[in-house]
């Protein structure tokens, strides 16, 4: 199978059954005949844009933002995510719960904020990187309004 069928059949078990794992998925193609490494599902899963959001019972699952109702929209993802936010130098770090920091990394990454330089997700914290520390409260505010946080 080439690589175009294996991300095709990625997308349809994605969508079609509740995958919560790395492992989960990696079974559940081998089931279908399709061998892959850890590292080739990872990548797969990168490129598809494939990220994992708090499910039932605080258990992850993978889902395909192209699913989602405005996946774009930070405004519809931040609110029910968000747990708080800090600065540290250049850096905003976004504290969210459990196995919600990749869908507010990917939210963060589509807006048009010009001093967004990037994100990095981890389980529950996304670090934002500002282009410099001048432009850190114009984002750090941003953020705040979107989840209507009183600002200390």
Known sequence: MGKKERLET???????????????LGKLLGERGVVVTQTTLSRDIR???VIKVPGSQGVGQYRIPEDWD??????????SLFVSAGVAGNLLVVRTVNGGAA???????????????G???GEDTVFVAVS???????VHDRLLDIVSVERA
């Open 10 to 24: 990625i997308l349809h078990l994605v969508r079609s059954h509740r995958v919560t794992s790395h492992q989960a």
């Open 47 to 49: 490129e598809l844009g």
């Open 70 to 79: 405005n996946r774009t929209n930070l405004a519809n993802v931040l609110p």
């Open 103 to 117: 869908a507010v990394a990917y939210a963060i990454d589509w807006e048009d904020w010009p001093e967004v330089m």
């Open 119 to 121: 994100t990095v997700a």
């Open 132 to 138: 410099d520390k001048g432009k850190i409260s114009l």
